[in-house]
């Protein structure tokens, strides 16, 4: 998830997603004319307005702390963590791998509502035990509170929360088979989705449309959350032992730099059936110069075919990152995410072999996913 970076905290890049401005926005408003004017009748609107900003930005450094705590319980644990960026629903850390056995899971996974926790009741317990303005006692006392709603919203059993991670790490550790325990937290946290939307709807009915919205929302983002998780986990496994020359599309084809777009686009792409050939340095025969693939040549405006040449419309090889044959695939779409590449580039001693592209990655894993569907059936006939 991209956002606007604010700053680094322990090396760590923090960054702002556009949904957080929404959320912020929200919290303050409605705790500045729900929850404080409630409680607090004396208060002038504009108290209410500062303690409330105060208190929703204090809530979302709770939030970051939390976030801090995964973050670095995975760098203790040898796993890079890049960046953190706050957004709609709370926070989410960028890690470059993954826990290497349940235990470490748990815990990376763990540790953030358990930071929550500790900071609602240090807060609650500084609310009530302190001597302190009525406006700082009042803004300790929400913290409390939603530090520690936090902590259990977080350890819900679904898969995109850290309770949904503590799950499948538990049954990971039960069944050795990281992959299945995946699936099971991500099918457990499809009913806690839905339950939400159920609730949603139920707060609609009996009047009371925002908390209704609100909590259909939060259902339908653990939904999507628990699949993402179960698909990711299937791909990370069925990538781990792949390298990059088993990912890519093998080259079928060259195109001269100095051809139109209409003869490429009927030569070229008709002919080898492939969606990218690559384009030959001028005069230099089959060396490298660049990569053409049928969705460049749709990003063209058709009358210009005729006149705008292959050269023109390529992305140059000096833009496409490089990769050797026997680079292992997930470090491949680990660089093609970091250098925000849509195509890299296999090549050996100078030599283009192939490209690998989403629909290439795409085209591998149904292709295990075959594989596995057809071991499958005849250990069944078996
Ligand atoms: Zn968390």
New binding site residues.
């Given amino acids: 998830m991209n956002g606007i970076r604010i700053g680094r905290l322990f090396g760590i890049k923090v960054a702002i997603h556009p949904s957080w401005f929404v959320i912020l926005g929200l919290f303050t408003f409605s705790l500045a004319t729900g929850f404080f004017p409630r409680a607090y009748s004396a208060w002038s609107p504009a108290e209410a307005w500062i303690v409330a900003a105060v208190a929703t930005l204090l809530l979302f450094a709770s939030v970051l702390a939390?976030?801090l705590?995964?973050s670095l319980v995975a760098r203790a644990q040898g796993i890079p963590v890049t960046n953190i960026t706050l957004f709609l629903l709370?926070?989410v850390?960028t890690m470059e791998k993954e826990a290497t056995s349940p235990g470490r899971e748990a815990l990376m996974?763990g540790?953030?509502?358990l930071v929550?926790l500790v900071i609602g009741l240090a807060s609650w317990a500084a609310a009530n035990f302190v001597r302190a303005p009525l406006q700082v006692q009042a803004v300790l006392l929400y913290l409390g509170l939603a530090n520690v709603t936090l902590a259990v919203f977080?350890l819900l059993p679904a898969l995109p929360?850290?309770g949904g991670?503590v799950l499948s790490a538990l049954l990971w550790w039960r069944s050795h088979d990281r992959v299945q325990a995946t699936r099971g937290a991500a099918a457990v946290g499809r009913v806690v989705g839905y339950l939400f939307i159920a609730l949603g709807v139920l707060q609609v009915l009996g009047g009371s449309p925002f908390g209704g919205v609100w909590l259909g929302l939060i259902g339908w983002v653990i939904i999507q959350g628990s699949r993402a998780g179960a698909a990711q986990s299937v791909m990370r496994r069925d990538l781990a032992d792949a390298t990059a020359s088993r990912l890519m599309t093998k080259v079928a084809g060259w195109l001269r730099p100095f051809v139109t777009l209409s003869s490429a686009a009927q030569q070229g792409f008709r002919d080898f059936e492939s969606r990218c050939l690559a384009v030959e340095a001028e005069e230099e025969g089959q060396v490298f110069d660049g990569l053409m693939c049928a969705r460049d040549l749709a990003f063209e405006p058709r009358p210009k075919w005729a006149v705008r040449r292959v050269r023109d419309a390529m992305v140059p090889a000096r833009d496409i990152p490089v990769v050797a044959p026997d680079k292992p695939a997930l470090d491949v779409l680990r660089l093609m995410q970091t250098k925000r590449a849509d195509r890299v580039a296999v090549i050996s001693k100078g030599r283009l072999l192939g490209f690998v592209d989403a629909t290439s990655v795409d085209r591998y894993l149904r292709m295990r996913e075959a594989d596995r569907q057809r071991l499958e059936s005849r250990l069944k006939a078996a």
């Fill in positions: 939390h976030e705590g995964h709370g926070g850390s996974a540790v953030g509502p929550s977080n929360m850290d991670r």
